[in-house]
């Protein structure tokens, strides 16, 4: 069992299920609450990320495919991805591929939010590149809506994580991201401009 | 060297003097206090300062056995609050330092509770816990200002638990009953509502009345509040610490106090190998002092800060320039 990353909620490790090398994402008991909210709230929260990966693969947003899950342990059995992160790989492409990447991308979270999936964590350590397919992973802090503000707030998440560790190349990101995005999702302008005002009132959240 | 501050940004005029090595001459106090069953009203926390302001500055100077002509600056709390205490507050700050010809700063009444916790526990650069009425936010320090992690998105625990507590016919503060009720509770489920590092406590508030009118017992509705909102702000705190690479929280505010948060934090943190620090009791809710403190460390580092508008009601802690 090897150990690849130790979260604040979960530990990811890599094993081997049914003559395949697998990840497993498990959720880490808190004894600091009480057994029945521990136990409800990994539980609830495995099967709910569970749901997010599953439904943005049936359409057709390249995630690990979920092999098997424990509700009662906390754990998901998935592919491994075995790629680089789109964080460590930036610094290296050249304009043409960032423009392909990001446009790609874009396309990506134009389907998820079509769909009415909010990932809540869009970083581009959160996406993985192998074989110039783009993998989202880790849909932990993921929900469902059907509102803008919740799309925008999503998409502002990314712009500024670019923004921190990307900044050389955040123009020509966000452009290519936007580029993307409104060919697979028909509300785009609007969320495009929630994204200004979110930046413009700072993080705070609509009231 | 001598620093007066004055607090005013909501119910307790209080002024406190302090020297340039932390040490604590003089904290009066005096605390306006609503009806019973009732919130504060603006207005009339605003009377209560100016009814008592000559009074608490008097005993004062008598604490700490010195004169205006001692007292090298003044600070006062320029927001955020309530604009009509905060009004008088800044005026009569303004005129005592006009008056005896003396420097004033403004201060932020958040990075008082801050660094006053920082002075007294001394730790150095933590995930700040920050829980009262007024407030529910964690911070941390980054680049050259405190900023804003996670907050509540609707209401403050401060506030939560005080409406519970009316609900309930406990005594005010509501806290530190609710605290001894939840000894004897056994756990109802409550909804549970975290957004990244942000919490929302609405639907608890909704959940906890509809038990209060069908009967359910006091002591496992206290238990229930206190199990499930402690959980979510140490989840919170926990991300906040994962996400800066810190390894100190500190606790400020009123809500800090309590045994139970203090409990939760202390075991999320040893398991992370990080520490929790609580600023003493006396110091947790609004005072004097934390300005006074504060305005000391603005006036040391030579940070300009000047006196544009009177009061901020709606000052932001990131739009303040700082250091630690």
């Known amino acids: 069992m090897e150990i690849i990353k130790r979260g604040a909620e979960a530990i990811l490790y890599l094993d081997y299920f049914e003559g395949r090398k697998v990840l497993v994402k498990e959720r880490i008991k808190k004894p600091y609450r009480i057994e029945e909210i521990d136990i409800e709230l990994r539980k609830e929260r495995t099967r709910r990320e569970v749901k997010l990966l599953t439904e943005a693969r049936k359409i057709g947003v390249p995630t690990p495919q979920v092999f098997f899950v424990d509700e009662e342990n906390a754990k998901i059995v998935m592919e491994f991805i075995d790629g680089k992160k789109v964080k460590d790989v930036v610094d290296f492409l050249s304009k043409e591929d960032l423009i392909k990447i990001f446009q790609q991308i874009g396309e990506s979270i134009g389907k998820l939010h079509s769909f009415d999936i909010i990932h809540g964590d869009l970083t581009t350590s959160n996406m993985i590149i192998k074989e110039d397919l783009v993998y989202f992973i880790d849909f932990g802090l993921g929900f469902f809506s059907k509102r803008i503000e919740d799309k925008g707030v999503d998409l502002n998440l990314l712009r500024e994580a670019v923004r921190a560790t990307h900044y050389p190349f955040l123009n020509l990101i966000w452009e290519n991201i936007v580029i993307g995005y409104k060919k697979n999702f028909k509300d785009w302008e609007k969320v495009i401009k929630k994204v200004d005002e979110i930046e413009k009132r700072g993080r705070y959240t609509e009231k | ?324």
């Open chain 2, 1 to 324: 060297m001598l620093s007066l501050g004055i607090e005013g940004t909501a119910h307790t005029f209080g002024i406190g003097i302090v020297d340039d090595q932390g040490n604590i001459l003089a904290d009066v106090r005096k605390t306006y206090t609503p009806p019973s069953g009732k919130g504060i009203i603006p207005s009339e926390a605003k009377k209560h300062h100016e009814s008592v302001a000559n009074e608490v500055l008097e005993e004062a100077l008598k604490e700490a056995g010195v004169e205006m002509k001692d007292i090298n600056i003044i600070s006062y709390s320029t927001g955020p609050g309530l604009p009509p205490p905060l009004l008088f507050t800044a005026k009569f700050s303004v005129e005592l330092a006009k008056k005896n010809s003396i420097e004033i700063i403004p201060v932020h009444h958040g990075i008082a509770h801050i660094e006053i916790g920082r002075l007294l526990t001394k730790c150095f650069d933590p995930v700040v816990v920050y829980l009262s009425g007024g407030h529910n936010a964690i911070l941390a320090f980054t680049g050259d200002t405190y900023k804003i992690f996670g907050e509540t998105l609707d209401v403050t625990i401060g506030n939560l638990f005080d409406t519970v507590a009316r609900e309930l016919n406990l005594e005010m503060p509501g806290g530190p009953k609710i605290e001894e009720l939840a000894k004897k509770g056994k756990y109802i489920r409550l909804p549970y509502s975290v957004k990244g590092m942000d919490v929302s406590f609405t639907g608890i508030q909704t959940v906890v009345s509809r038990l209060i009118k069908e009967g359910f017992r006091k002591e496992d509705i206290a238990f229930s509040l206190q199990e499930t909102c402690f959980a979510m702000l140490t989840e919170v705190t926990e991300r906040a610490l994962a996400h800066t690479e810190k390894n100190e929280v500190l606790l400020v505010g009123g809500v800090a106090a309590n045994k139970r948060l203090q409990e939760m934090m202390d075991i999320m943190c040893k398991e992370r190998n990080a520490k929790v620090y609580v600023v003493p009791m006396k110091y947790a809710g609004d005072n004097g002092v934390m300005i006074a403190w504060t305005g000391m460390l603005a006036y040391k580092k030579g940070l300009k800060l000047e006196v544009k508008d009177l009061i901020k009601p709606k000052w932001r802690i990131d739009e303040v320039k700082w250091f630690i």
